[in-house]
Every structure is written in C-alpha cells, then in structure tokens.
C-alpha cells in the first residue's frame, strides 16, 4: 500500500533552518504531484508548497514563498520542504501528500497522508 513517512522536523530558533523528507513507497512516485501542508494547534491543515511530477514547476503558500523551497528527487521516491528563515508562526506538525485531483493548494485535492514531522520555532 501507499506510505509516506515524513522526517527532519525539530526545535529550531527563529531564523534558523531546518529540511524535512517525505519517502514514499508503494506508489508510481514520479507520475505524481506531491505536496506539503501543515496544522498548527487549533488551526485548519493549510497548503505550505507542491511540486509537479518532474520537478519543474512548483507552488508556495504567499506565507512561506521566498523562505521555504520543494523539490524531489525520483530516483529516491522523495520529496524535501527546504525551510530557511524560520518564524515562529511555522510552527505546527508538517505533513506530506499525494495529489489525486485536480488543484494544487486545497487539501481535499491529496491523500495517502503522512504522520507529519513536528517543527517548533521558538523565538
């Protein structure tokens, strides 16, 4: 069945960095979009970034654009959520997902859902 295990979350300082993974297993990984999301306590999951299927073209939350950065690497069935300039209100438990319909910034457009990552950013 489809897996995605999520890693590299942590307590970083604000202005620190830090990369999360996603690994994929059971899936065609290189025919699909993948995505980032995450939810802070009390709040609604909400897009962070995707990436198409080969790479080239990716999408941002207006929130993270110019700090984090998607990318994937098919040959190793990963996707990566490089994440620089962090603030506080990053913190929250970040997921990975595969994209099945059409949209790219609306959680009801993935599935096969990770555990998510924790990232806490103290300031």
């Known amino acids: 069945q489809v897996q995605l295990v999520e890693s590299g979350g942590g307590l970083v300082q604000a202005g620190g960095s830090l990369r999360l993974s996603c690994a994929a297993s059971?899936?065609?990984?290189?025919?699909?979009?993948m995505g980032w999301f995450r939810q802070a306590p009390g709040k609604e999951r909400e897009f962070v970034a995707a990436?198409?299927?080969?790479?080239?073209?990716?999408y941002y939350a207006d929130s993270v654009k110019g700090r984090f950065t998607i990318s994937r690497d098919n040959a190793k069935n990963t996707v990566y959520l490089q994440m620089n300039s962090l603030k506080p209100e990053d913190t929250a438990v970040y997921y990975c997902?595969?994209?099945?319909?059409?949209?790219?910034?609306?959680?009801?457009?993935?599935?096969?859902w990770g555990q998510g990552t924790q990232v806490t950013v103290s300031s």
């Open positions: 990436i198409s299927w080969n790479g080239i073209s990716t």
């Open positions: 059971g899936l065609t990984f290189s025919s699909y979009v």
């Open positions: 997902a595969r994209r099945y319909s059409s949209g790219y910034y609306d959680s009801q457009s993935y599935g096969n």
